[in-house]
């Protein structure tokens, strides 16, 4: 049995990605801050653990690998959103977004590097489409997610020679959390809460596609209609992408 270590495991997308993997009969270990309602059983482990909380991380990981026949594939799926403008923007929102966005995904993907070079298997970050665009009052998380997106492109590059697969996913706005943003004085909110979203996929949908992208060892992922229109019109014509995108987001 393959394992997958997921991160956000509790979230909408994180669920359906562990529960579509198990019904392929991989065993899933799910990584989130809040485990409330995820049971164990022989194909899930929880594990409740802060990605931010550097001082015990190395610990946590090397328990997790410990306890792992094979790290067979690692899901980069933990993330805030920030929804607001710029100018309204703290230093320390903006790096909290970061924090858990960018580096805890880093973090993570150095812990797991060896493991997944032994068993040759897959690192898949979960992007978005501002990670290749503009997005309307996310200056903080389009900036994360560029990153992320940057990073992945070239660990690729480094990883690729050990038989190492690396892959990015980009949904579009994926209703996960809508109507429960749980959004905090900061602007920081749940994934999937935004109102201000076009043309919304079930988590259940995006994870079919993701997965259907991981058995293809597809390179670029884009998730949903939006997305795939997206990078086409951001790839050909930016100018265009940012007045279309301007257009639709504002008057929501």
Known sequence: MKTAIISGGNGGLGKALAAQLQADNWHTVLLDIDVTGLAKSE?????????????????????????CDTVDLVIYNAGITHIGAFSGLEEN?????????YFAAARMAKAF?????????????????????????????????????????????????????T????PSFIATNIGNDQRQDNGISRPGSASDGVDYISPQTAAAVILRGL???????????????????????????QRLMERK???L
């Open 43 to 67: 194909s899930q482990t929880p594990i409740k653990i802060d990605l931010t909380d550097t001082e015990k991380l190395d610990g946590e990981f090397a328990k997790i690998i410990a306890s």
């Open 167 to 170: 892959l990015i996913a980009a």
């Open 215 to 241: 058995r293809a060892k597809q390179k670029f992922i884009p998730v949903g209609r939006i997305a795939r229109l997206s990078w086409w019109i951001n790839r050909l014509s930016p100018p265009l992408f």
């Open 93 to 101: 929102t903006h790096r909290r977004v970061f924090e858990i966005n």
């Open 113 to 165: 590097l060896i493991p997944i070079r032994e068993a040759k298997g897959t690192h898949l970050a979960i992007s978005s489409v501002a990670g290749f665009s503009p997005l309307f009052h996310r200056t903080a998380y389009a900036a994360s997610k560029h990153a992320l997106q940057g990073f992945f492109n070239s660990l690729r590059s480094e990883e690729a020679p050990f038989g190492v697969e």
């Open 249 to 251: 987001i504002r008057k």
